[in-house]
T-cell receptor, first 115, second 113 residues
């Protein structure tokens, strides 16, 4: 398996523009997590899904952020409109799901810069 | 509720010296415990994990950690630091049977020549 695949790896956009980050989970993994990492706040859990259903989105900072998982092989994190303070590295991670005594697997991240 | 506390946001050691990164957790049920490492501009990768069985677990790159239930700790050690060990290290916990990973704040390890 190629692991968790995130795209794009880098994104530079202007303030006010819509940004969409993409994640392809490991096949068979039922749980998917979106994290944001900044120097100031460290690693923050934004939202997670189990069996394509959002379970907890309490970490989503504002209504400008939204996430979807239309099927088991794809998820998106959208920011609309984007602001400079959204600049961060966004990670997607997946896990086999409940009952799995194993770790979460991380993608390489998307480095977002909003200017 | 589960939580993870990593003591020291920055640790600096000399090359060849012992590395000790501290992690304490709280969990109402037996946990699964993990250490992840993050090198610059990369994602998190698993260093080692404890699920069941032997409480001393060995990972990649010469690291090991010991699960001590009485102390609710899972400290990470390496006998001799190498320059390539410079990275950020995250301790994490999952409840047995669960899937949501709770991460500590991370410890950045610096290795001096």
């Amino acid at each position: 398996d190629a692991g968790v695949i995130q795209s794009p790896r880098h994104e530079v956009t202007e303030m006010g523009q819509e940004v969409t980050l993409r994640c392809k989970p490991i096949s068979g993994h039922n749980s998917l997590f979106w994290y944001r990492q900044t120097m100031m706040r460290g690693l923050e859990l934004l939202i997670y899904f189990n069996n394509n259903v959002p379970i907890d989105d309490s970490g989503m900072p504002e209504d400008r952020f939204s996430a979807k998982m239309p099927n088991a092989s794809f998820s998106t994190l959208k920011i609309q409109p984007s602001e400079p303070r959204d600049s961060a590295v966004y990670f997607c991670a997946t896990h086999p799901g409940q009952g799995g005594n194993t770790e979460a697997f991380f993608g390489q991240g998307t480095r977002l810069t909003v200017v | 509720a589960q939580s993870v506390t990593q003591l020291g946001s920055h640790v600096s050691v000399s090359e060849g010296a012992l590395v000790l990164l501290r992690c304490n957790y709280s969990s109402s049920v037996p946990p699964y415990l993990f250490w992840y490492v993050q090198y610059p501009n990369q994602g998190l990768q698993l260093l080692l994990k404890y699920t069941t069985g032997a409480t001393l677990v060995k990972g990649i790159n010469g690291f090991e950690a010991e699960f001590k239930k009485s102390e609710t700790s899972f400290h990470l050690t390496k006998p001799s630091a190498h320059m390539s060990d410079a990275a950020e290290y995250f301790c994490a916990v999952i409840n047995t049977g669960g899937f949501k990973t709770i991460f500590g704040a991370g410890t950045r390890l610096f290795v001096k020549a």
